[in-house]
């Protein structure tokens, strides 16, 4: 359907190289868009990519660390340079400690809020310009069920996610004159790597994400496919601001 075909489209994605990042990667690359694979590690981007050439789409990487201003501005001049434009960012990339508040370093909570949301600005500025300059763009921001609940083991990754819904919303205003839409999504128990970590850490958890669950499932990537184009696409163009749950039902459940 032409509404949701990004054909010509450039979309870059930080730490698009695995979990949620590379499922948002793949329906981007799958509705026709460029996907640029913006993360650190240069085998995992490297295998992003031939996973995106084999869903039909079209892709390359960049090496790019979200916490250092002078590599975003590398990796968005050597975007500009090899596709000419930007028209998506997916402020993806992040990372938690997984602590009770008043054991958390003020080292670690800082190394959360530059992973998770200084990132998303320092990325989202660099990107503007050329966003700009194209007549107008999409950036879609990775926030969580933090955004809305309270956890004894997140207190940093909550501050940060909580941060991206306003900084969404604050962006949404300041640029819908430029014709740039902003909207976050609030991922739920989704089936990645991080989370395989925190079942191990949290007893009991795989049973008590699937009794609150509607769904009675646990998420796939590939669940963020159909939101992803539908945020990056001429489908959204008079929807900003807002904060999405991809969750399966889990925000809504008194369970």
């Known amino acids: 359907m032409e509404l949701f075909n990004l054909s010509g489209k450039v979309a870059i994605v930080t730490g698009g190289n695995s979990g949620i990042g590379l499922g948002i990667a793949r329906g981007l690359a799958e509705a026709g868009a460029t996907g640029v694979i913006a993360a650190r590690n240069e085998a995992k981007s490297s295998d992003a990519v031939k996973d995106l050439e084999s869903h ?119 640029w819908a004159e430029d014709n740039i839409q902003v909207n976050s999504f609030l991922p739920g128990w989704i089936d990645t790597p991080l989370t395989v970590q925190t079942r191990k850490q949290l007893e009991g958890l795989h049973e008590k994400v699937l009794a609150r669950t509607p769904a009675n499932r646990w998420g796939h990537i590939d669940d963020f496919k159909g939101l992803a184009v539908f945020l990056s696409s001429a489908a959204s163009d008079f929807i900003t601001g807002t904060a999405i749950p991809i969750d399966g039902g889990f925000s809504v459940s008194v369970l």
């Open 56 to 174: 039909g789409g079209s892709a390359y990487a960049v090496k790019c660390d979200v916490t250092d201003d002078d590599t975003i501005q590398a990796m968005v001049q050597t975007v500009l340079d090899r596709s000419g434009r930007i028209d998506i960012l997916v402020n993806n990339a992040g990372t938690t400690v997984r602590k009770r508040p008043e054991e958390l370093s003020f080292e670690e909570w800082r190394m959360v809020l530059d992973t998770n949301l200084d990132s998303a600005f320092r990325c989202s500025n660099a990107c503007y310009p050329a966003m700009k300059r194209a007549g107008g763009g999409k950036i879609l921001n990775n926030g969580s069920m933090l955004s809305l609940f309270g956890s004894p083991w997140g207190s940093a990754y909550a501050a940060s996610k909580g941060g991206i819904v306003q900084y969404t919303r604050a962006l949404a205003t300041a």
